[in-house]
């Protein structure tokens, strides 16, 4: 049985970035099946910070200052946190990471992730507003607010060189502009902060995923519940195992996040993506906070959402499926209660999700090296929300054979094999 009509393409993970490569390729006129094994938005994309990153030019560098390295390894700092017995898995990935955060070689990586970040503003407002979901997105840029002189003059040299650089707008914010713009703060704690004009945000990532399925399915799309990992060749094409019986089309995109190596593994695929595990929790106070802001030092950002105020953590390096250790949480609740009355938490417990990061922080966008007529969008490390519709976009018009809009050589999945 065919489950699928007549579907032309199927995009497995119904994330951000699979609903957008959805999107994408119905505008082109295709028959598109999405396919997920719940329903659209519930992982990563639901859990993020909300963050639609313009300024997000520069990707985030492995520490090339070993100061911070060893504050890392002594577990003194929150940002980072890791379990030791992942380290062995992880040596690999992180040695590459490293290698490719050297400086010369991440200016260059800087230089091609501008061209994809130059474009996520405007590639989500054509979904945003054709979805409805104006409602759910804010326009005021967010904030890293600092606690010590050190780091914030470090931080606001390095703000203005990058504005300069890619042409963005911010404002360094000394402690009159913080009292004036981050009220709700406790600014006699802080020295100064960083406000990245240029940012847009979201009060509920989920929503906005789910609204943008919406807009897919109404067009005529089709979803489905399904397990990628029954993805297999049919020589014509691609077929999957869907609720509704095998699906088949011409071609397939991996869109899976996290869980893409475990599908490409099966095929025979590689690629070298490690996890950065992240927590989240809400809570009901927090009220007056409108902007997002970063505790930068103590790695913890403060996000107003639909649900509350969300408490992010940031990275943990850790095997994916192994038990959720929040430890930065708790850190977290109490430095920024330092800054803010969090109140009491609304959610039972804390939510686990995972960045899926490439070692060269780029995602990884374009045909599998391999196998006609699969496709990959994945990869998208700390700025997939804020990627989605640039990427789906740009593998939508090389699935097509039309012109691409950016560059997709950097992307491009032949680059690790
Ligand atoms: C704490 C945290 C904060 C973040 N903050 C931001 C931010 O502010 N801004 C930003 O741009 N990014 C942020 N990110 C990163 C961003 O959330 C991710 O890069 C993005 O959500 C990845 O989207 P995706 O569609 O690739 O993956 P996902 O959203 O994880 O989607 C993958 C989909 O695949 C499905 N799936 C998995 N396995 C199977 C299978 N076997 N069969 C069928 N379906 C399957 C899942 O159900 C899921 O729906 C943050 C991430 C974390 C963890």
Redesign the pocket.
Known sequence: MKANGDAQCLV???????VSTALALQAHGLQVLL????G??????????????REAVVPYAFPRNWGKVVEVALRQGNDVHYHLGALPSLVGPLWRYRWHSEPERHAAIARSYATLIEQSITEHVTWIEMSGASDLVKKDGWVQAFRSNKAFEAAASESQARATGFGLNVDVLGRDGMRARLDALRTDLLQGAIHWLDAWTVSD?GALVGRYTKLFLANGGRLAL????SLRSTGQGWAVKTDHGIAEAPSAVV?????AT??LSRLGYRLPIFVK????RHYDGGARLKIPTLDAEHGV?MAPMSRGLRL??GAEFAAAAAPPTPVQLAVAERTANELIDIGDPVDPQPWL????CTVDMKPIIGAAPRHNGLWFN?G?????????PASGRLLAELILGVAPYIDPAPFSPRRFT
């Open positions: 497995l993970g119904a994330g951000i970035v699979g396919v997920d094994r719940q659209p938005g519930k992982e990563t994309s639901f859990g993020n910070a909300g963050l639609i990153q990532p399904g397990d990628a990992c869109a899976l996040g996290p869980w475990t599908v595990r992240g927590y989240h950002m992010l953590t999700g995972a960045r899926p994945l998208h490390g700390h700025q997939g929300l804020t990627l989605g």
